[in-house]
C-alpha cells in the first residue's frame, strides 16, 4: 500500500510544471525522513544490531527499510 503511494506520488517528479516538481520533491522529501526517524525509534527501543531484534520487529524493520530504499531511488532517479 505505502509503496504503491510513493510510486503515485513519483509521478509529480516527472512533471514538466516546476511547482508541481518541487512540491512532489519536498513531500518525498518529508516522507523518507518521517520513515527514517520511524527506523530511528525502532533502533533505539531494540538496539543497532537488528539480527538482535524480535522476528517480528525484524519483518517490520526490513519492510521499512525496503519502503526507505523505494523512496530514496525515487528521488534519485529523479534527478539523475
Known amino acids: 500500500m505505502v509503496g504503491r503511494i510513493i510510486f503515485d506520488l513519483s509521478h509529480a517528479l516527472d512533471e514538466d510544471k516546476q511547482e508541481i516538481r ?36 525484524q519483518q517490520d524493520g526490513a519492510n521499512l527499510l525496503r519502503i526507505i530504499d523505494h523512496v530514496a531511488e525515487r528521488l534519485h532517479d529523479a534527478t539523475a
Not at 26 to 47: K, S, T, Y
Open 22 to 57: 518541487e512540491r512532489g520533491f519536498a513531500l518525498l522529501g518529508l516522507v523518507l525522513n518521517a520513515l527514517i526517524q520511524d527506523m530511528h525509534g525502532r533502533e533505539a527501543q531494540h538496539g543497532e544490531q537488528h539480527g538482535t531484534w524480535p522476528a517480528d520487529a
